[in-house]
């Protein structure tokens, strides 16, 4: 069936660094990749997405690239902060009405001061 | 805060119990999705509703019922409770039908079976 294979699964960086999370899906289908990050006793928040008619797409210190041929996408925080500290997870999912929306295992992120 | 509610907060029952989790989605959004995290499973999409109507289907299990009623909120229902449907149970909306729409996450609903 659809996966979606996320790395690492946690990841310890100092702060001002840089932090990289990849994800690989298998549905060919798949046409929308969304990144959520979850706090410590809250819900996930999206926080970039990335279609796939798009190869990168930038939000402040965020960015998101998609290799579709590869079926890879990445998310890539730069300048790491300790907010950052979090749960990060990745998805895959299509624009149609009847689609399922697959998410990575997720990655636990901590910022060292 | 997401706009999205959930009730109650906790949940702490028996195996072989039934309980029913509710849903508010944010004010407009027509579409309600409901997921399941545990430590060893991650984040597992169940089922999503569009305005009333069962719009897909995860790894929801036969155990396991959703409806959207006409005022848009949702509500899970869990029979038949095993120890291993221990976990937090999210719900989330959009304003649209399809996958492509972000979802607004609530605070979930953590579920203990002892």
């Known amino acids: 069936g659809e996966n979606v294979e996320q790395h690492p699964s946690t990841l310890s960086v100092q702060e001002g660094d840089s932090a990289v999370i990849k994800c690989t899906y298998s549905d060919s289908a798949s046409n929308y990749f969304p990144w959520y990050k979850q706090e410590l006793g809250k819900g996930p928040q999206l926080i970039i997405d990335?279609?796939?008619?798009?190869g990168e797409k930038k939000d402040q210190r965020i960015a998101v690239t998609l290799n579709k041929t590869a079926k890879h996408f990445s998310l890539h925080i730069t300048e790491t902060q300790p907010e950052d500290s979090a749960v990060y997870f990745c998805a895959a999912t299509s624009y149609s009405s009847a689609s399922k929306i697959i998410f990575g295992s997720g990655t636990r992120l901590s910022i060292r001061p | 805060d997401s706009g999205v509610t959930q009730t109650p907060k906790h949940l702490i029952t028996a195996t072989g119990q039934r309980v029913t989790l509710r849903c508010s989605p944010r004010s407009g959004d027509l579409s309600v999705y409901w997921y399941q995290q545990s430590l060893d499973q991650g984040l597992q999409f169940l089922i999503q509703y569009y305005n009333g109507e069962e719009r897909a289907k995860g790894n929801i299990l036969e155990r396991f019922s959703a409806q959207q009623f006409p005022d848009l909120h949702s509500e899970l229902n869990l029979s038949s409770l095993e120890l291993g449907d221990s976990a937090l149970y999210f719900c989330?909306?959009?304003?649209?039908?399809?996958?492509?729409?972000?979802?607004?996450f609530g605070p979930g609903t953590r579920l203990t079976v002892t």
């Open positions: 990335i279609r796939s008619n798009v």
């Open positions: 989330a909306s959009s304003s649209g039908e399809g996958g492509g729409y972000e979802q607004y």
